[in-house]
């Protein structure tokens, strides 16, 4: 084989190795991509929408709170107007440095302000029960997509999972906010019903929290799940260029080791053959084991050697 294949063929073994290692290194980056892809695509704006969800329900359970608080005061507000209405106090009495007249009148005033704070606080209720709809519908839809694009039939069960755990958060929310809508009407009436349907609510809130936290268990598990797997996938990139690259460089430097040999070796004898021809022995001649152009010197150096000869004698 002539000189420049040997070394042609040692560029090409170094280059399929290092080849290899980019393929391998491409293969893994393209894992590491999918894996973030995920995680800015999937499970950080699930969570933004998990986060939502939180954050409307106690926005709304505080909207409750207050319209407990607007409709009692409301009620009492109602209670001291009708004892004003029937009382037989002459209406030129004072009471507390002002008339009877002017207690109803600011009594009235009163509730007319608490009448359109409670409509308002109505309003922000079922708001945060439109919002908390919204973004459960985004998370199921962020889940269903994932799931359509998994990989692996693992991860399509995993979402398939984490999707039932939204749904039934979805259902139990929609159950507690039913029982609040009618806790509502119950304090507008002011139905002893209201006692029970307390009772009633906080059970359904305890039952709502631990579905919440099982479906934020389960994603807070894909998202570190997701980055380990990137982290790994990396690593394992990273092992393997650093492999292949010092194995290809001892492997170059073996086979460069072999093809130089070979070449010096014939190379000795030629100048072996050269020192003989200076010293006046023109009868050696040099072993041409070699196809290369070490080679084809030698037997040209042989075929001098013996013209020499002949025409010496």
Known sequence: MKIPYKIFGIAILVFAVMGSSILYSTYKLYQVNREVTDLADIFIPLSDRMAAVDLEIIEQQLHLERLEEHLAASRLIEA???????????????????????RRSRLEAEHAALTETIALEEMDFQVRETNIDAAIRSAERLIEQAAGRAGTEAGRDALKTLLLLLQSVDLQHSNLHGQMTLLIAAYKRNSPMRFELDRLIEEEEDRLADHMHQAWQRIALFTETAAKTA???????????????????????VLAGFVIRGMLRPLRRLMDGTQSV????????????????????????????????????
């Open 80 to 102: 001291e107007l009708e004892a004003l209405r029937v009382s037989i106090i002459p209406e030129q009495a004072q009471a507390g440095g002002e008339t009877i007249a002017e």
């Open 231 to 253: 982290e790994e996938h990396e690593r394992q990139a990273l092992v393997v260029n650093i492999v292949l690259a010092a194995g290809a460089g001892v492997f170059a430097l």
């Open 278 to 313: 200076q010293s006046g022995d023109l009868t050696g001649e040099i072993a041409a084991d070699t196809r290369d152009e070490i080679g084809d010197l030698i037997r040209s150096f042989n075929h001098m050697d013996t013209s020499k000869n002949l025409a010496f004698w």
